[in-house]
């Protein structure tokens, strides 16, 4: 069975860090993109970013470029999302969630975790 | 103001069909048979409904359906159940540099 855990979440005062963790489990992990999709509270979904299986291709969406960093440890079925200078706005439940495709690309979303909290304020 | 646009609301009796529409522009829903739809209860994860526009993953319902005519994408329900009442959003694979666009969601009561 596909399981993802994120993991990290919490308060945190604007300009501050975090680092999210996603634990794989239940398929080859790196065989497949991940991706990081947030949504903020009462809204919709916002695709935040994704790497490829060996962490060649990464892309990330323009709110967070410059401020967060995705990276995957295959070794440890593992993903990760560092967030930097965080903003009121970066507020939002985030999900780590697979792309079946195999395509450097993000595509689609197969399995999601059941996602973690991030809010930022002072 | 999401990429895709989607009605704030809609609803149907149990038994009934509905459709949720998602209309985007050249770039995304209309350039591409890359749509896919979520489905999501309240304080869960979103599931897969949809992909490619019109395939179903394993395990969900043919009840559910999904096309596309120009930029506009549709996901159908038929034969309602109570167990449909959730938010659905639209996504899509976009040329632009935000790579993935959701639509702002819309949800569905069943009467």
């Known amino acids: 069975e596909v399981q993802l855990v994120e993991s990290g979440g919490g308060l945190v005062k604007p300009g501050g860090s975090l680092r999210l963790s996603c634990a794989a489990s239940?398929?080859?992990?790196?065989?497949?993109?991940m991706n990081w999709v947030r949504q903020a509270p009462g809204k919709g979904l916002e695709w935040v970013s994704s790497?490829?299986?060996?962490?060649?291709?990464?892309y990330y969406a323009d709110s967070v470029k410059g401020r967060f960093t995705i990276s995957r440890d295959n070794a440890k079925n593992s993903l990760y999302l560092q967030m930097n200078s965080l903003r009121a706005e970066d507020t939002a439940v985030y999900y780590c969630?697979?792309?079946?495709?195999?395509?450097?690309?993000?595509?689609?979303?197969?399995?999601w975790g059941q996602g973690t909290l991030v809010t930022v304020s002072s | 103001q999401s990429a895709l646009t989607q009605p704030a609301s809609v609803s149907g009796s149990p038994g009934q069909s509905i459709t949720i529409s998602c209309t985007g522009t050249?770039?995304?829903?209309?350039?591409?048979?890359?749509v896919s739809w979520y489905q999501q209860h309240p304080g869960k994860a979103p599931k897969l409904m949809i992909y490619?526009?019109?395939n179903r993953p394993s395990g969900v319902s043919n009840r559910f359906s999904g096309s596309k005519s120009g930029n506009t994408a549709s996901l159908t329900i038929s034969g309602l159940q109570a167990e449909d009442e959730a938010d659905y959003y639209c996504?899509?694979?976009?040329?632009?540099?935000?790579?993935?666009?959701f639509g702002g969601g819309t949800k569905l009561t069943v009467l």
């Open positions: 490619d526009v019109s």
């Open positions: 969630a697979r792309d079946p495709t195999g395509t450097m690309r993000p595509y689609y979303f197969d399995y």
């Open positions: 050249s770039s995304d829903v209309g350039g591409y048979n890359y």
């Open positions: 996504s899509s694979y976009t040329s632009s540099s935000t790579y993935v666009v």
């Open positions: 239940g398929f080859t992990f790196s065989s497949y993109s």
């Open positions: 790497i490829s299986s060996s962490s060649s291709y990464i």
